[in-house]
């Protein structure tokens, strides 16, 4: 809730944003997951389209697509195999920029959570959802006024390896 939000976008109102708490082995985030396995196919069959279209596009859009497809197969990653799947909602202003603080409010969490050394894992088909009659009913708030996205929290089974980056000082240009 500390996380900047865009006060001149979306004016004075205590509900700027909201949290949803899915917690594991209930019967709503298995409808969560199972809507949010249909977007996946749904996208999944558009890019299937749209590369019978323009095959000259199957190599920019394959990695997506495997993707896609994995959460096909298996299901959405961190929505019923993590403990907690959490949704952010972030109110739509003018101009929309919901998603650009629902990315501070979710780096918080993240930070906070590795500080508690447990695992997070975005889970971005989530903002796709926040058009999606059912699964918006299931947070019960009305389609159209909210931005959304998620992520899952848990303890990892694995530590967590250390990532090589770019070097900072190579992709900096001072002017
Ligand atoms: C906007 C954004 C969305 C992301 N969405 C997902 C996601 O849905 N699922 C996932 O596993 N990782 C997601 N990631 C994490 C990236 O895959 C990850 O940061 C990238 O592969 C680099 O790996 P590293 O951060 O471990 O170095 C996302 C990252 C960003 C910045």
């Known amino acids: 809730m500390m996380a900047p939000y865009a006060a001149q976008a979306v004016g004075e109102n205590e509900e700027f944003r909201r949290f949803f708490v899915f917690e594991n082995g209930t019967k709503s985030i298995e409808i969560a997951g199972d809507l949010m396995g249909k977007k996946a196919e749904e996208g999944l069959n558009h890019f299937k389209n749209m ?17 896609l497809q994995m959460i096909v197969d298996h ?3 961190g929505v019923g195999t993590a403990p907690y799947f959490i949704v952010v909602a972030e109110l739509r202003g003018v101009p929309p920029v919901e ?51 998620g992520c899952a929290i848990g ?9 090589s980056r770019p070097d900072t000082k190579k992709a900096t240009k001072w002017l």
């Open 51 to 67: 590369i019978a279209e323009k095959p000259f596009l199957k190599s920019r859009v394959q990695p997506f697509m495997e993707k």
């Open 75 to 77: 299901g959405v990653l």
């Open 99 to 149: 998603q650009e603080s629902i990315a501070h409010c979710l780096e918080n969490m993240w930070l906070k959570a590795t500080a508690l050394e447990l695992g997070f894992h975005l889970v971005s088909l989530t903002s796709q959802m926040a058009e999606e009659e059912e699964f918006m009913k299931l947070l019960d708030i009305p389609v159209g006024n909210y931005g959304i996205n």
């Open 155 to 163: 303890y990892p089974s694995s530590e967590t390896p250390r990532k």
